[in-house]
């Protein structure tokens, strides 16, 4: 969708290796949300905003941080990546104050951790 | 706990047939999406429901408030329907994830 993107679209790393991935919005919605995307377990909700400096934990949050410093950026690290962290991680935006509810995702970032 | 339920978890059906796709959930909500994603793909928002029916082209969304209950139909399905669908709910600041539907439509 052309109102959100992720970087990067792919990456490989070393474990024990700081990550930091990146999703930008242009929608200015409230909430941001990170999710991973396992087979087996669908996606999982792993850190979630809703504004800027106001950050949640999701139920998957051990070993991930996030920062949101502007509304447009909400960035996800890896403190220091272990290939249990090897995923697809999805960035989505929404904005019930709205009134809509609507949901959009990113792409994608393919993380794989050696 | 699984507050989402799909099913089936695999479909396979010929180009043609009308497809149901079911989903059950355990929490109260405000919407209930119905994603879809294909292989190696993005994903995408099909509907947002929070009562009723939705039509868009072949699919169609239905949900049920009081049983807690939501199905997606895909009517004359085709090819390039074959995807993954996904069932969210929307309670409270957070969504919930069915684990999907795997649709494969053979020509």
């Known amino acids: 969708d052309a109102g959100i993107t992720q970087s990067p679209r792919h990456k490989v790393t070393e474990t024990g290796t700081p990550v930091t991935l990146r999703c930008h919005q242009t929608?200015?919605?409230?909430?941001m949300y990170w999710y991973r995307q396992d087979p087996g377990h669908g996606l999982r909700l792993i850190h979630y905003s809703y504004g800027v400096k106001d950050t949640d934990k999701g139920e998957v949050s051990d070993g991930y941080s996030v920062s949101r410093s502007k509304t447009e950026d909400f960035l996800l690290t890896l403190e220091s990546a272990t290939s249990s962290q090897t995923s697809v991680y999805f960035c989505a935006i929404s904005d019930p104050d709205r009134g809509g509810y609507g949901y959009t995702f990113g792409s994608g970032t393919r993380l794989t951790v050696v | 706990k699984n507050e989402v339920e799909q099913s089936p978890q695999n479909l396979t059906a010929q180009e043609g047939e009308f497809i149901t796709i079911n989903c059950s959930y355990s929490v109260g909500i405000s919407a209930l999406h119905w994603l879809q994603q294909h292989p190696g793909g993005g994903i995408v928002s099909l509907f947002m429901?929070?009562?009723g029916k939705k039509k868009h082209g072949r699919l169609i969304a239905t949900i049920n408030i009081q049983e807690k209950h939501s199905s997606l139909h895909i009517t004359a399905s085709h090819p390039r329907d074959s995807a993954v669908y996904i069932c969210?709910?929307?309670?409270?600041?957070?969504?919930?994830f069915g684990t999907g539907t795997s649709l494969t439509v053979i020509p």
């Open positions: 929608e200015n919605h409230r909430y």
């Open positions: 429901l929070s009562s």
């Open positions: 969210a709910v929307m309670s409270g600041n957070q969504f919930y």
